[in-house]
């Protein structure tokens, strides 16, 4: 007679392993075809994540929100729990404008539960995977305050609203920015679809609500109207998500992963200074995707566009880039982008250098803070890119730097051509060493016997 197994250990270790090996066993025996798909369709639903430890390193503040936590990741925060009571007002001030009954917005919210869940991910708490009430209760509570903050109702506050009125805004907007950008901070924009189907006629577009939400999370953040030609008019995942569309817009590409570079090895852009003693001339682009970088080999021009440094370049470069990271199909454009200027920038002079030929913007106090941005907060650990741009054009800037006679030219031209009293002695010099020459050629025919 074949025994059933049985657990017989009494403490509370052996007892937890016994129950693992159970579940283990489950998913050994499970025969369901469709258990993989199930699971790979999980890992594509998820947008927003959780930074691992190992990533984030020394900079987990970085990634905390400052003033407002928006969905699960951060709710409940003691530094962030001020907040609350402003967004439970928003609630109440957006419901009572939309004379609509609170139901109705709750039974938007519930119609996608699942949609919005999937978004985080394993990444989400088990309380708010089994009380879907409070899950659907606080992404309404959020979803409706980001809706009241971006859509600039000033009028329906008080002059004086610490957060709502166009007074405070001007004073916290900035935080509220940088709290939109994190990654562990966000909210799917589908919620302010459900949210804004709620408040706008039934016969509104589809595609025109997307085009409006977009635009919407856009202007707030401070992105020009023209971005929205960059991420097209579909509604992309989240606020960060569409920020990162703007940044890495190749017009005429399809969306999806980075092809393969056509450049096996990887190649270190040189210095600024060395690219400037190469005679390369440095030029602004006329847009700031990171991927309107360009190197005319004929004339010695880089293009590139202007990079901003403000005090919240270093948390926002650090999410785009653990996007990038965690995401798959976000590319690695902002990574190889911050690489690059890495490699560009190893000291202060390298930044004025920038500095000077108006392709880099620094609002962080002086040089050697903007180096040091680079050289150790953002690059630090980071993986080197495989954007196929931008890998090209370090290729060509490189191969470009190494022959002399460029370096040679430039030299000739800095010395002498640049000032015109110089060259007119360069050219006389030169002419009095031809015609020297040409005499003494002359005399020593004359002197043949």
Known sequence: MEMRPECVSVTGEEKHTCSCMVDVEKMVADENPDSGRLEAERWEAQS???????????NSKEYRPQLVSLGPFHHGDPNLLPMEEHKRRSLVQLIKRSKKPLQDFITAVDDVVQELQGAYGMDLDVKWRNDKRSFVDMMLTDGCFVLEIISNHFLDYKSHDPVFSKRAIDRIGSIIQSDMLLI???LPLLLLKKILGVLLPPDYLQVEMDTKINLMVLEFLGREDEDLDMVNTRLRHHPLDLYHGCLTYKEGATEGPEEESTVND????PSALEIHEAGIKFRKSNSDTLLDVHFDMKRGVLTMPVMMLFDSTESLYLNLMAFERLHVGAGE?????????DDM??????????RSNDVLVNMLGCDEEAAKLFNGTLSRGQLLGSCDDLRQVQYNVKAYCGKSWHKWRATLMRTHIRNPWAFISLVAATILLICTLLQTIYTMKQNKP
Do not use: F, H
Request: charged letters at 15%.
């Open 184 to 186: 562990e901070n966000q």
């Open 48 to 58: 927003i994540y959780l930074v691992p430890e190992w990533l984030k390193g020394n």
């Open 345 to 354: 920038i190893v000291s202060a002079r390298d930044v004025a250098m920038l």
């Open 333 to 341: 454009v902002v990574t190889s982008y911050v690489i690059c200027m």
């Open 266 to 269: 990887y190649e270190p852009m």
